[in-house]
């Protein structure tokens, strides 16, 4: 049990709100489950409906009404709703039905919600801080009821999704994941705080929408911007010096930045790089199951090199580096080809972030003509193209490969580079196969694939609950690393046999609670742990876990 579960079900009636208030705190209200005996101790009496019901009881009712609704938008109003009524009561529906509801709380539903945030808006979550609240920022983040926050999500809404600027409206991102980072991996949602950073919009529409809630002026950017988000930053050191600061949803440009001015500063990590990064390490790990090989001696081609490919890039190469390989020999293991072919040394103008994996070869124009060169072990798509991995490149990695790696990860599914049908028919049914968007299960050769999908939540909830437990002081890609193998060592040999290299979501919990404990052992090897290393680390990771169940009040 959490500290804050333990001060919880130990309070005296006295401390807590009563009647009506007690009804509008959404970390203490249970509706029509208090019990006779809290009614009659916390001034309830009259202001319920007589029959108390269980808490399956409850469960039945919300999924029903969440059924009847006509499109996902309304069952995302009337899920938050709830949330904001009795989040208990939330996270036993989400954590029970996580298939289901995971893309209504999150992505693409919470796309649609963002869009419309100001004519959906029924009451605020979490902390609006713009720009007109420089110079104060710490009073604001005092204002927060709970001065132990444990995990905030912070976005400034400038590319939300593939949805681009959405403004204030981008509030929806910060409160979607912090949803899954309770719901996954059981971290208590009252140490959690969504955060919204609101420095203008470049959204005309919202310029003119007069239900638009966020400030009416363009961007702040430059200096000016930098400074913002470092007095926030600081800000949050102050009034809470033990939280994991996730940036979320930030342009490229200021996404890179950011996470290199802060990582080794404060505890923080970019979900969109490192977490991308983790679960594709887990992929090729799971794949290795299959294949029988050691990391450090795949050789990787990755089409495309931006934010993605690169990331993974980096992850891949710490990975092999931890298996006894050096950082050269590593990066020599991965190759890149980007819209103007494969990245070699004696390209010109080559990107910064691009110049360590830029290997003594011949120039190659086109995808197929670097297979051949290169004959590599793994193809990973991380370059927005849809139908890159055609016939020809997929039967040239089966020609190299008995069984050959190929990850689609390009999102939308329009993006994706193959199918996952067309990478197991073109390979024969031996494609180890991974995509960005989910694929329906399919049929090849005569057997049955269900293709496994590449979903950060396998990754970020585990990994802040192992930071939380650990207090640890910064995250590291050993961490990630550590995360990803567990990841994959929780696939089991019948997801395996039916292609899918992720474990099944509905089992988050348990993979969070392994991922978590990884993670928190890696914290406090590599020295990076404020808390007090016990004799048994996976059952302080198992304590730190909320659980959705309604504590006794009286
Ligand atoms: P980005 O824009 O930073 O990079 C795209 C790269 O593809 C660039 O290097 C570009 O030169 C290259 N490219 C473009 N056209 C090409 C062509 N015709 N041939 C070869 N290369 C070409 O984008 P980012 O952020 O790296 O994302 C890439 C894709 O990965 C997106 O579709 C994104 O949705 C997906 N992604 C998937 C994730 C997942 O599966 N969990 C997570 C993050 C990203």
């Not at 809630?213 to 702040?220: E, I, P």
């Not at 067309?422 to 057997?447: D, H, L, M, N």
Request: charged share 20%; hydrophobic share 40%; with cysteine.
């Amino acid at each position: 049990m959490s500290e804050a579960n333990k001060v919880q079900s130990t309070a005296s009636t006295a401390a807590l709100p009563h009647g009506e208030a007690l009804l509008h705190d959404p970390l203490l209200n249970k509706g029509t489950a208090f019990t006779r005996a809290e009614r009659d101790a916390l001034g309830l009496r009259g202001l319920l409906p007589p029959h108390v019901h269980t808490m399956e009881e409850q469960v039945a009712r919300v999924l029903d009404n969440h059924r009847n609704k006509n499109t996902d938008l309304e069952r995302y109003i009337h899920l938050s709703s709830l949330q904001d009524r009795n989040e208990t009561l939330f996270y036993r529906v989400v954590a029970e039905h996580i298939e289901e509801l995971m893309p209504i709380i999150y992505t693409p539903t919470v796309g649609q919600a963002c869009q419309q945030w100001g004519h959906l808006f029924r009451r605020a979550r979490g902390l609006y801080i713009s720009w007109e609240d420089r110079g104060r920022i710490a009073e604001a983040l005092k204002n927060w009821p709970n001065p132990d926050v444990r995990v905030i999500v912070v976005t400034d809404g400038e590319r939300i999704l593939g949805l681009g600027d959405q403004g204030v409206g981008g509030m929806g991102i910060p409160v979607g994941k912090l949803s899954l980072y309770t719901a996954c991996a059981g971290i208590d949602p009252a140490t959690t705080l969504p955060v919204m950073l609101d420095v203008g919009t470049e959204n005309e529409g919202y310029l003119k929408d007069p239900l638009y809630m966020g400030l009416r002026q363009r961007r702040v950017r430059g200096a000016e911007y930098d400074a913002f988000v470092a007095e926030f930053i600081e800000a949050v050191q102050q009034v809470f010096p033990k939280v994991l600061l996730q940036f979320e949803d930030f342009a490229n440009l200021n996404a890179f930045r950011l996470l290199e001015q802060w990582r080794h500063r404060i505890c923080t990590f970019n979900d969109d790089m490192q977490g991308t990064a983790a679960v594709t390490l887990a992929g090729l790990f799971s794949a290795l199951r299959l294949t029988g090989g050691k990391l450090r001696d795949q050789k990787i081609l990755f089409l495309g090199a931006g934010e993605a490919g690169v990331g993974i890039g980096d992850l891949i190469v710490s990975a092999m580096v931890d298996e006894g390989a050096t950082v050269e020999e590593a990066r020599k293991r991965c190759w890149f080809v980007d819209s103007q072919g494969l990245v070699v040394k004696s390209r010109q103008g080559l990107a910064e972030h691009k110049l360590h994996y830029a290997h003594d070869a011949a120039p190659a124009k086109d995808l197929l003509t670097a297979i051949e060169q290169l004959k590599p072990t793994a193809l990973i798509g991380v370059s927005t193209v849809s139908r890159a991995f055609n016939q020809a490149v997929v039967e040239a990695m089966s020609r190299l490969n008995a069984r050959p790696i190929v990850f689609a990860l390009s999102n939308p599914t329009s993006k994706s580079e193959c199918t996952a049908e067309e990478a197991y028919r073109w390979s024969k049914g031996q494609a180890i196969f991974a995509s960005g968007s989910p694929f329906p299960p399919c049929v090849v050769e005569g057997k049955a694939f269900v293709p496994g999908q590449g979903n950060n939540s396998y990754i970020f909830p585990g990994v802040g609950l192992g930071v939380v437990a650990s207090e640890a002081k910064h995250v590291t890609d050993r961490m990630f690393s550590a995360a990803a193998r567990t990841l994959a060592s929780l696939v089991l040999p019948t997801d395996l046999e039916m292609g899918r290299i992720y474990p099944a979501l509905t089992r988050i919990r348990e993979v969070s609670l392994a991922i978590g404990t990884a993670v928190a052992e890696m914290a406090f090897k590599e020295g990076l742990a404020r808390a007090k290393k016990p004799a048994d680390v996976a059952a302080l990771v198992k304590a730190t876990m909320w659980e959705p169940r309604y504590r006794t009040l009286a």
